[in-house]
């Protein structure tokens, strides 16, 4: 390498690029590990070490505020049933997404795009705006106080965005792997069963995280369809023990880092999968 190479290579900008560029991640990486190493120290505290040394380490360690959250079967209870319908909703969402898609994606007919764009004009509806109709539904059919009135209710929000993802990876399936399985003798739903959905699996994987992920995080649906506390998820949970325990705010602070664990243990395991998901699908022609 030439030395006018060298010094183009070592110029102050490309020197400096970098360095910005990991001074912004730490700063972003300070504001939220702040917050969460705040919660977890301050649950093992009482409300006077909070009061008097809120950023202090505990002197001394009070443990008994997680133990009795975990010795509660309330809080279990509430795991239980985000886990419920977090599951039960992705998959609600991508069985019915996968087929509609697959048909936007492979199939043409009269009024293809026209009925595609109404699917993906729902990603303009906030969820708030239809919560009025959506209780007298809920209502009318008998589904408060019953899982069944959060799980659809989700799958049908979430079917938008998770079509829009699956059609563009279906798409991107060349029409060749088709037409050699229609001479192997698949039927239609043979090529999308056996060889469609195998082929997308980062893309599905993609979307029953997503899924999930919006499920678990839901406050509003399931504070207003249960009303009894055996269905309340950890959202609601959270806000329940939050009212019943408003002076106790080190026992709110270990139920929240309690709360949080879960989503992020499922996080944990699912990012890399999330991650390469939305890199195939991003990529593919």
């Known amino acids: 390498m030439s030395v006018h190479a060298r010094e183009r290579r070592n110029t102050p900008a490309r020197i400096a690029r970098p360095i910005a560029l990991h001074t912004i991640v730490i700063v972003i990486g300070v504001f939220v590990l702040v917050p969460i190493v705040y919660g977890i120290l301050g649950g093992f505290k009482d ?48 069985a019915v997404s996968a087929l509609a898609a697959f048909v936007f994606a492979r199939f043409a007919f009269r009024g293809r795009e026209l009925l595609f764009t109404i699917f993906a004009a729902g990603l303009m509806f906030p969820f708030a705006v239809a919560i009025l109709p959506l209780f007298i539904i809920l209502r009318f059919f008998g589904l408060l106080n019953n ?3 959060v799980i659809l209710p989700q799958a049908a929000f979430g079917l938008a ?83 019943q325990y408003s002076a106790d705010t080190a026992k709110i602070l270990a139920y929240v880092v309690l709360a949080m664990i879960p989503a992020l243990a499922f996080y944990a395991v699912a990012e890399r999968q999330l991650i390469g998901g939305l890199t195939a699908g991003a990529t593919k022609g």
């Not at 419920?84 to 969402?93: E, H, N």
């Not at 998770?162 to 990876?169: D, E, N, P, V």
């Not at 029409?175 to 699996?201: Q, T």
């Open 161 to 243: 965005l998770t079509i829009i993802i699956l059609r563009s990876f279906f798409r991107s399936i060349p029409h060749e792997v088709e037409e050699a399985a229609i001479l192997d003798g698949c039927s239609p739903f043979g090529f999308f069963w056996r060889i469609l959905l195998p082929m997308a699996r980062p893309a599905l994987a993609t979307v029953s995280v997503l899924a999930v992920v919006n499920s678990w995080n839901n406050f509003f649906l399931p504070l207003v369809v249960f009303n009894d506390k055996v269905w309340w998820t950890l959202p609601v949970g959270v806000q329940q023990f939050s009212g």
């Open 147 to 149: 899982p069944l009135g």
């Open 47 to 94: 409300n006077p070490q909070l009061a008097n040394n809120p950023i202090g380490l505990p002197a001394p360690w009070v443990p008994e505020n997680y133990t009795n959250v975990l010795a509660s079967s309330d809080f279990w209870r509430q795991v239980f049933n985000s886990s419920l319908i977090a599951l039960s909703t992705a998959l609600v969402t991508v």
